[in-house]
């Protein structure tokens, strides 16, 4: 069973980059479709980005796209979402989570997630 821990939140100025990590232990990254999500307050948990784990094929939220991309690191076994031109709307909580379940495809319910980290805080000021 993976373990899943987040890191790199913080308070940022609109307009500013921010970059999370993904730290996974008790398994392998590659073996996993890993996603990043978010949850604003008193909103549903909403998909940002996500890799395949064999291709490394690479799926955006349109609201994140041209703003956003995710990578992984598999020397380090983590998994990083770098965020560009923040606005006050990006401030949620971001949650890193996967799937191991077999498939090229991606994956934009959180019902697909297997393993969930305890997400990172991130505030946009305006």
């Known amino acids: 069973q993976v373990q899943l821990v987040e890191s790199g939140g913080g308070l940022v100025q609109a307009g500013g980059s921010l970059r999370l990590s993904c730290a996974a232990s008790?398994?392998?990254?590659?073996?996993?479709?890993m996603g990043w999500f978010r949850q604003a307050p008193g909103k549903e948990r909403e998909f940002v980005c996500g890799?395949?784990?064999?291709?490394?094929?690479?799926y955006c939220a349109d609201s994140m796209k041209g703003r956003a991309t995710i990578s992984r690191d598999n020397a380090k076994n983590t998994v990083n979402l770098q965020m560009s031109s923040l606005k006050p709307e990006d401030t949620a909580v971001y949650y890193c989570?996967?799937?191991?379940?077999?498939?090229?495809?991606?994956?934009?319910?959180?019902?697909?997630?297997?393993?969930w980290g305890q997400g990172t805080q991130v505030i946009v000021s305006s």
């Open positions: 008790g398994g392998t990254i590659t073996r996993y479709f």
């Open positions: 989570a996967a799937d191991e379940s077999a498939g090229d495809y991606a994956r934009v319910s959180r019902a697909a997630y297997d393993y």
């Open positions: 890799i395949t784990r064999n291709s490394g094929r690479i």
